[in-house]
């Protein structure tokens, strides 16, 4: 799962080389991947973190949710220690770099399926994963984006992206008077007074990629007070 669409062939020319592995789908975003997985049930997917649509944190905790039996690799080129962390408590299993090799991205999908969890051997160079392991597994108060309902995540994305609220509408399926609830609701708990200020957050988050942002910019020039 990966939103650039280069890397999601390389990515399968490399794995379907492999007689060990078979390559079911593959998929631009995290929206489109849930589906594959309730389709298809697969053993492990590889999931990118940043994407439009639907990111590979959330797509994580809804695919885990939809099908217990499959695995989740986050491998992503964007990596600290909030990211790594978010990314165990949503119910990924391993967590690689996107300069690892293919031979060690066939040994973590590998081990995950086999139950247990696989890093990037270039991650424990710099952080303690031990410790993020049990920062995960920790009950946590909930502040800032723990406390967004699933909904509510993914409205965030769609208006950091620059999405107008009948666009969102279209796209999760609902009424222009949801999404304005939902976006209502956002901007309460995340104590937000703004659209830019939501913006501002989901790039703080890493949930929008920095050219996102500056494309949601220009819709909200565009816009005006439209929304």
């Known amino acids: 799962v990966d939103d650039h669409a280069v890397i999601r062939q390389a990515l399968r020319m490399l794995l379907e080389s492999r007689p060990e592995l078979e390559v079911v789908a593959d998929c631009e975003n995290g929206r489109e991947a849930l589906l594959a997985v309730e389709r298809l049930k697969p053993d492990v997917v590889l999931m990118d973190v940043v994407m439009p649509g639907l990111n590979g944190i959330e797509a994580t905790r809804q695919i885990r949710k939809a099908s217990s039996t499959t695995r989740v690799v986050i491998l992503s080129g964007f990596v600290d220690e909030e990211q790594i962390t978010g990314a165990l408590r949503n119910g990924a299993s391993g967590y ?15 081990t995950v399926h086999r139950g247990n969890q696989y890093y990037s051997a270039a991650l424990s160079e710099g952080f303690d994963i031990p410790e ?38 279209d796209e999760l399926v609902v009424s222009v008077k ?46 005006g007070s439209a929304d």
């Open 132 to 169: 993020l392991q049990l920062q995960a597994r920790r009950p946590e108060q909930k502040t800032g984006l723990d406390t967004l309902t699933a909904r509510e995540r993914e409205v965030l994305q769609l208006i950091a992206e620059g999405h107008t609220n009948q666009q969102i509408a």
């Open 178 to 223: 949801t999404v304005e609830a939902h976006k209502s609701h956002i901007m309460e708990k995340l104590k937000a007074k703004s659209r830019t200020d939501l913006i501002r957050y989901a790039l703080k988050r890493g949930i929008v990629k920095l050219e996102s942002v500056s494309e949601a910019e220009k819709s909200l020039a565009n816009l």
């Open 96 to 110: 690689l770099v996107k300069n690892s090799d293919v031979s060690e991205l066939v040994l973590a999908i590998q």
